[in-house]
């Protein structure tokens, strides 16, 4: 404070000026600046949108990552394109989602990543790779999606071939080995998938429609058998 201020006839130093004065920009980039360190002095609100921002980011950025470097992706991808389902990064769409999912695909809408629910970049590319078999089977053969034998058998599939239940990594190294357990995981997670379809009234429905069409769409790997 300048020693004028005080002979000043205005008042300047009053309390009541202080808030005002104190809320300059400058001020505002300080206190924000330390709210983002500390997470202090931040609304919830304020807080709940950092989240949102963060994940996001995070989501996209793997997405990016993915559809250029994953082995998997770019090649389910590049299928995708031969069969005349070209799937571009804005059919690809990170949104926050409740716990009871990490991923959707919708013939409408394409692909939902759920952001908030990776706990890593490998954990979306299993995620990713499920949904993208599930809508190459679209493309390829025409899904009714609310016929529960078709649910089932792209559900088997997405689960026997994203990673769901680690296969890529019998890819990988040039084998496929199937085993009791390898099974099992598919199935569970088959009839989890079809459960959640509006068409379906009960688990034993669920479960009836995996059990019915599994030897056929187990056996289907492609386009992981296809060469061109
Ligand atoms: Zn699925």
Redesign the pocket.
Known sequence: MSASSSSSSTTPTDPSEQPERLRSPAFERWRLSLSNFTGLGLSDEEKERRVLERDWDKCEKYKRDLMSNSPMITFLLSHLKHSGCEFDSSAIQCHPCPETRS???SPDHGILMCQNRFFSKKHMEDTLS??LI?AFDHCRFRVDWGNLRHHAC??IR??NLSGDCRWTREVKRGFYSFNKQHQACVKRRAIL?VLANPSCKSPEMAEKAVNEVWESCFKDTRPFDEIY
């Open positions: 991923g959707g695909f499920h949904e599930h792209s559900e997405a689960a998938s």
